[in-house]
């Protein structure tokens, strides 16, 4: 808010600009503090004395190389044009066919596709700090529909009002990439279950979006579609969305989950969506990179098509496997009948028939042998 004091807005400005210049402005602010403690012209550095939202707001608009006054002057008109339609609608003044001439539609003071940040939200103060990309003016509600660009709200879409939007760099807008991710990979769409608190409870059959991973708490940092609220919860009670054409089924005697693919009956273990999200070895190619550089790897190996399957996938075929178990039952049969030793290798690679050794017949015992 601007002070209504003009002696006191010049001051506030001219202070601020000082500190902003300043090679460490935390410090030279404390010391201008300090220097000038209990002097009414200074009250504004004060957390409680007169004037400090707006030096605040000052020093906000100098970080980020905008002009102050006229911003704060317009939100001021805002507010007070607002005040008096809700005091308006309070004592039940309508002006509408009164013949008093209505205010003209104010043209946008953002543009479509400017960067944004967020300031000011009592109702949700998570908000603030955030970088917005504005989408539209919505005149009906006089408010500036924008999207979140990156963070923990990526993608989120709200309606606020100018007040709470500031003009801000390009440099400041929040990287996805330095949000730390978990097993199930950031932007996942999960499903909430389990939960058994009374006071979380609410939040089981709940959808949202996986934003990041908290190790120190060893929680996911969760997005709820019904609020935009951001919620911790233990990797128990999270699970991921399946794709179309995936049944999930649950091992009663292993006390796991399996999947099955109903179109090509493709059956595993690990959850389609984080497999297919997460490359394979991705995890390994990116924090054991330095690692790796002093290993030797054999370029021209022979690959086989299961060196690309994920553990305990692949295809399983009964009918195949009962068909090559009779061909060898056959062919040890042939060779018995021929006098040979037939051995089949577990690998498959060879086959091995081997003739019988003939044993030697022993001489029958007589009785003179035994006198002998």
Known sequence: PLPDNAATVEKIEKTAGHIHKSSDPTVFERLVQEKNKGSADFAFLSETGYGHDYYRFVRHCLERQVEPRPLAEKARKVKEDR??????????????????????????????????????????????????????????VDR???????????????KLREENLMYCSVEQREDKKDMPEGEIPN???????????ESARWMNGQKGVVVCWDKETERYELRLDVNNDVKKVKPGNIRAELPEGWEEHYDEHLSRYYYINTKTQKVTWKHPTVANTRAKFGKLQEHNAEELDEVEVDENRKMYEVDDEEECEGGFDLQQLVKKVEEREERRLAAEERGEEFDDSDDGMHQIAKKRKKKKKKDATTVEMLQE
């Not at 953002?110 to 955030?130: A, H, I, Q, S, T």
């Not at 932007?187 to 608190?197: A, D, N, V």
């Open 187 to 197: 932007g996942t769409r999960i499903e909430i279950r389990g939960l058994q608190s």
């Open 83 to 140: 005040e008096r339609k809700e005091a308006n609608v309070k004592n039940n003044v309508f002006t509408m066919g009164s013949g008093a001439p209505q205010p003209a539609k104010k043209d946008p003071t953002f543009k479509e596709n400017e960067l944004m940040e967020v300031l000011g939200l009592k109702n949700k103060p998570d908000y603030n700090g955030k970088i917005v990309r504005v989408l539209r003016y919505c005149a009906d």
């Open 144 to 158: 500036y529909e924008v999207r979140f660009e990156g963070g923990r709200y990526d993608t989120v879409v709200v």
